[in-house]
C-alpha cells in the first residue's frame, strides 16, 4: 500500500534514498554549562540522540565528534546512552571524527560500530589528567590568612591554599588509576583485535587519523558524506540532528557546536565565565586547537 501510495505523489516531490540522521557532538565534555559557556554533557547530547535513533527507516545513526575531552563521567554517561539506543532501536552506529576525538571525546567515539577520521585529525590520549593551581605563597605576599575548619582529617584534601602533601598526591594519583583502568578497558572492549601492540597505546599520547588508523583507533580514514554514500548509494541524504531549541530559540550547547564572539562571551559571563573558558581553551589547547 505504501509503495501504490507513493507511486500518486508527484516525482519532483518524492524523496529518494535512505535518510541517515546525522548528530554533531562538540565541545568540551562538563557536567554543566550555560548560553556563554557552552558544555557537551549527557543532558545537552541526550535529545538530539534519542531523535536521531527513532529514524525507523535508518539503518544506522551517524555521530560526528569534535571535542578535546573533559569529564570522564559524562563521556561514558553519553557512550553508555548510545549504546544503548543501538541496541534498543538495531542500529548500527558509525563515528567521524573531524578536528578531534581525545580523551573523553574518543571514550564517546568508541560507542561507534566503526570509527573513521581524516588524516590529519587527532586521535587518542587514553589517560586522565588533573590540573590546577596553587596560591599558599600569594596569600602571604598579600596578609591574608586561610582559616578553615573540618570534621573529617581529609576533607580539606588537595586545598589550592594550602602547600601540597605527598600523602594527598597520592591519593589523587590512585583515583587517576582507577578511572585510567576503566578508560583502557573500554577501549578494549570496544577495539578488541584491532588494537596494535604499541607500548604508547594507552600512555595518555594522541596520534593523527591516519597513525590512529595503524594503532587500531579508527577504522578507516574518511568523511562522512561520502563514507555514506559510497555505502548506502549515491541518493543517500544525510539529515543534521538539532538539539530542541530554548525558550529563547537557543539550541542546546553541546549540539552543533560553539558560537559567538569571544570577547562579548566573556564580558556577558563574568568572572565565572572567564575561569571557565580558559578551562575550556585548555583543553583544545593540549591538541594544538583552540575553541
Given at each position: 500500500?505504501?509503495g501504490?501510495?507513493?507511486?500518486l505523489?508527484p516525482?519532483?516531490?518524492r524523496?529518494?534514498g535512505v535518510?541517515?540522521?546525522?548528530?554533531?557532538?562538540?565541545?568540551?565534555?562538563m557536567a554543566s554549562?550555560?548560553?556563554f559557556r557552552p558544555?557537551?554533557n549527557?543532558?545537552?547530547?541526550?535529545?538530539?540522540?534519542e531523535?536521531?535513533?527513532a529514524?525507523?527507516?535508518a539503518?544506522?545513526?551517524?555521530?560526528s565528534?569534535?571535542?578535546?575531552g573533559?569529564?570522564?563521567v559524562?563521556?561514558?554517561?553519553?557512550?553508555q546512552?548510545?549504546?544503548?539506543?543501538a541496541?534498543e532501536?538495531?542500529?548500527?552506529?558509525?563515528v567521524?571524527?573531524?578536528?578531534?576525538?581525545?580523551s573523553?571525546?574518543?571514550?564517546?567515539a568508541?560507542?561507534g560500530?566503526?570509527?573513521?577520521?581524516d588524516?590529519?585529525?587527532?586521535?587518542?590520549?587514553?589517560?586522565?589528567?588533573?590540573?590546577g593551581f596553587?596560591?599558599?605563597?600569594?596569600?602571604k605576599?598579600?596578609?591574608?590568612?586561610?582559616?578553615v575548619?573540618?570534621?573529617?582529617t581529609?576533607?580539606?584534601?588537595l586545598?589550592?591554599?594550602?602547600?601540597?602533601?605527598?600523602?594527598?598526591?597520592?591519593?589523587?594519583?590512585?583515583?587517576?588509576?582507577?578511572?585510567?583502568?576503566?578508560?583502557?578497558?573500554?577501549?578494549?572492549?570496544?577495539r578488541g583485535?584491532?588494537?596494535?601492540?604499541?607500548?604508547?597505546?594507552?600512555s595518555?599520547?594522541?596520534?593523527t587519523?591516519?597513525?590512529g588508523?595503524?594503532?587500531?583507533?579508527?577504522?578507516?580514514?574518511?568523511d562522512?558524506?561520502?563514507?555514506?554514500?559510497k555505502?548506502y548509494?549515491?541518493?543517500t541524504?544525510?539529515?543534521?540532528v538539532?538539539a530542541p531549541?530554548g525558550?529563547?530559540?537557543?539550541?542546546?550547547?553541546?549540539?552543533g557546536?560553539?558560537?559567538?564572539?569571544?570577547?562579548?562571551?566573556?564580558?556577558?559571563?563574568?568572572?565565572?565565565?572567564v575561569a571557565g573558558?580558559a578551562?575550556?581553551?585548555?583543553?583544545?589547547?593540549?591538541f594544538?586547537?583552540?575553541?
Open positions: 500500500m505504501a501504490f501510495l507513493k507511486t505523489v516525482k519532483r516531490f524523496k529518494e535518510a541517515i540522521p546525522v548528530v554533531r557532538l562538540q565541545g568540551a565534555i554549562g550555560s548560553q558544555a557537551l549527557l543532558a545537552t547530547a541526550a535529545p538530539a540522540l531523535k536521531a535513533f529514524y525507523k527507516q539503518p544506522a545513526v551517524a555521530i565528534i569534535n571535542s578535546p573533559g569529564s570522564p559524562q563521556s561514558r554517561l553519553i557512550f546512552r548510545i549504546r544503548a539506543l541496541a532501536r538495531n542500529k548500527r552506529v558509525l567521524f571524527v573531524e578536528d578531534v576525538a581525545a573523553g571525546g574518543y571514550m564517546i568508541l560507542a560500530d566503526e570509527i573513521f577520521a588524516p590529519t585529525s587527532i586521535v587518542g590520549s587514553i589517560g586522565v589528567v588533573s590540573g596553587g596560591f599558599p605563597e600569594m596569600l605576599k598579600i596578609g591574608v590568612e586561610r582559616r575548619y573540618t570534621a573529617g581529609n576533607k580539606a584534601i586545598d589550592p591554599f594550602q602547600p601540597e602533601r605527598e600523602n594527598e598526591i597520592e591519593y589523587l594519583k590512585s583515583l587517576q588509576l582507577e578511572i585510567h583502568q576503566v578508560f583502557i578497558d573500554m577501549v578494549k572492549e570496544r583485535a584491532r588494537l596494535a601492540d604499541d607500548p604508547d597505546l594507552f595518555g599520547l594522541f596520534w587519523g591516519g597513525r588508523l595503524a594503532l587500531g583507533l579508527v577504522d578507516g580514514l574518511a562522512m558524506r561520502s563514507e555514506l554514500k555505502r548509494g549515491e541518493k541524504r544525510l539529515e543534521l538539532s531549541k525558550l529563547f530559540g537557543r539550541k542546546a550547547p553541546g549540539i557546536g560553539l558560537s559567538g564572539d569571544m570577547a562579548e562571551r566573556i564580558g556577558s559571563a563574568g568572572v565565572a565565565a573558558l578551562e575550556e581553551k585548555a583543553l583544545w589547547g593540549r594544538g586547537l583552540s575553541g
